[in-house]
């Protein structure tokens, strides 16, 4: 139990374009999932949180305009990263939960911005 | 002071042996507290979770918690090469998880 998925694995883009990124509980309703970014050598860094139907809340830092997170079902939470640029290459990885408490991670989605 | 904070290795422990990871977390009315395992280039990967004041046990791993002293432990028994990797403490923050900078951990065959 407890799956999640994220969907590309990796992806090259290039600069200028935008990805999205899907993240799935597979085998449960996720009421929250979160999105972190971690580069290499480095922890996890929280994004934004995410409720079903509401507007995600984002970490200070992080800029909303440019990482679109939508929500739209209890199994469902997208990440578009617009406008990408070589610094937004990195390993964006979800997570879903029932609740605030016991995180499942995807396996991540590896993005390289030329 | 960082609100978690794990000594960032390496560790390294002989095949058969026991590991010690060790986590303190700073906010006193934390609840809820867990470790992660992440291969290199993987995901993390949730190994335990602990709520309650002293041991859990599950497998090969313990989690031990004292809140007291503000302490979380993960000891894993009988080591294996397979058990190489970075261990994260992760504790339950204001609506998300706030994790440790991680240990990393080799085990010698």
């Known amino acids: 139990g407890a799956v999640v998925s994220q969907h590309p694995s990796w992806v090259i883009c290039k600069s200028g374009t935008s990805v999205k990124i899907e993240c799935r509980s597979l085998?449960?309703?996720?009421?929250?999932m979160f999105w972190y970014r971690q580069f290499p050598k480095q922890s996890l860094m929280l994004m934004a949180t995410?409720?079903?139907?509401?507007?995600?809340?984002?970490e200070q830092g992080v800029e909303k305009d440019k990482f679109l997170i939508n929500h739209a079902s209890l199994t469902l939470s997208t990440l578009t990263v617009t406008s990408a640029h070589p610094e937004d290459s990195s390993f964006y990885i979800c997570?879903?939960?029932?609740?605030?408490?016991?995180?499942?991670f995807g396996p991540g989605t590896r993005l390289t911005v030329t | 002071q960082k609100e978690v904070e794990q000594n960032s290795g390496p560790l390294s422990v002989p095949e058969g042996a026991i590991a010690s990871l060790n986590c303190t977390y700073s906010d006193r009315g934390s609840q809820s507290f867990f470790w992660y395992r992440q291969y290199s280039g993987k995901s993390p990967e949730l190994i335990m979770s602990?709520?309650?004041?002293g041991d859990k046990e599950d497998g090969r791993f313990t989690a031990q918690l004292n809140k007291a002293s503000q302490y979380v432990s993960l000891l894993i028994r009988d080591s294996q090469p397979s058990d190489s990797a970075t261990y994260l403490c992760a504790v339950q923050g204001a609506q998300k998880l706030v994790f440790g900078q991680g240990t990393r951990l080799t085990i010698n065959p």
């Open positions: 085998d449960f309703q996720a009421t929250t």
């Open positions: 997570s879903a939960a029932t609740g605030y408490y016991e995180q499942y």
């Open positions: 602990i709520y309650s004041n």
């Open positions: 995410s409720n079903e139907g509401s507007k995600a809340t984002y």
